[in-house]
């Protein structure tokens, strides 16, 4: 089966630290997403993890275990527009193909 | 470029309409993706095209759903007829042929169904 587990909230304060887990169960593994999507909004792309380690761009970074199947989406000096819901999306099935089965969110509330 | 286009952008309807849904996917993109998105189940693939062709039909919920893509520039989301479970926002989202890369999604519909 297919599984993609997220926290369902969170909650942080302006200027800290935050770290939005994600764990999945696929058939097939061909590289992990971070989308990001503020309320009422199309999600859009944050970054992408194929390999074991850290992936870092600016503020966010992302970390991705094979063998654990677990991801994490750090984000730094929060602001707060970062305040959104981010998806944690594995692209499970083999070949070419860009399907791609997401997790429910996590909705990040940030706090002055 | 205009990004992914739908309409409408939202759609009021009583129960038993027709509805159709309308997605033009970035230019060049070679796959075509449909989403629902509610709270309770977040994000579900419901089909999705490669070069025009329906690849991936399983998470479409019935025979009430259809979808089409007549040519690479256009595609459709036909639900006939029309239910109070199917309000959701659909998203549609077009990516490039390949691993690495990301889907780009549109605006969303977001459909009421009375």
């Known amino acids: 089966g297919q599984n993609i587990d997220q926290p369902t909230e969170m909650t942080a304060t302006e200027g800290a630290i935050v770290q939005i887990n994600c764990t999945y169960q696929t058939s097939g593994f061909n590289g992990l997403f971070w989308y990001q999507q503020h309320a009422g909004e199309a999600p859009t792309f944050l970054s992408y993890?194929?390999?074991?380690g850290l992936e870092e761009k600016g503020r966010f970074s992302s970390f991705l275990s094979r063998s654990k199947g677990y991801s994490y989406l750090l984000l730094k000096e929060l602001q707060m527009k970062d305040s959104a819901s981010y998806l944690c999306?594995?692209?499970?099935?083999?070949?070419?193909?860009?399907?791609?089965?997401f997790g429910t969110g996590t909705l990040l509330a940030v706090q002055p | 470029d205009a990004g992914v286009i739908q309409s409408p952008r939202h759609e009021v309807t009583e129960m038993g309409q027709e509805v159709t849904l309308r997605c033009k996917p970035i230019s060049g993109h070679d796959y075509l993706f449909w989403y629902r998105q509610t709270m309770m189940r977040g994000l579900e693939l419901l089909i999705y095209f490669n070069n025009n062709v329906p690849i991936d039909d399983s998470g479409m919920p019935e025979d009430r759903f259809s979808a089409k893509m007549p040519n690479a520039s256009f595609s459709t989301l036909k639900i006939q007829p029309s239910e109070p479970r199917d309000s959701a926002v659909y998203f549609c989202?077009?990516?490039?042929?390949?691993?690495?890369?990301?889907?780009?999604f549109g605006p969303g519909t977001r459909l009421t169904v009375t």
């Open positions: 993890n194929v390999l074991d």
């Open positions: 989202a077009s990516s490039l042929l390949g691993q690495f890369y990301e889907q780009y």
């Open positions: 999306a594995v692209k499970g099935d083999g070949g070419a193909t860009n399907k791609l089965i």
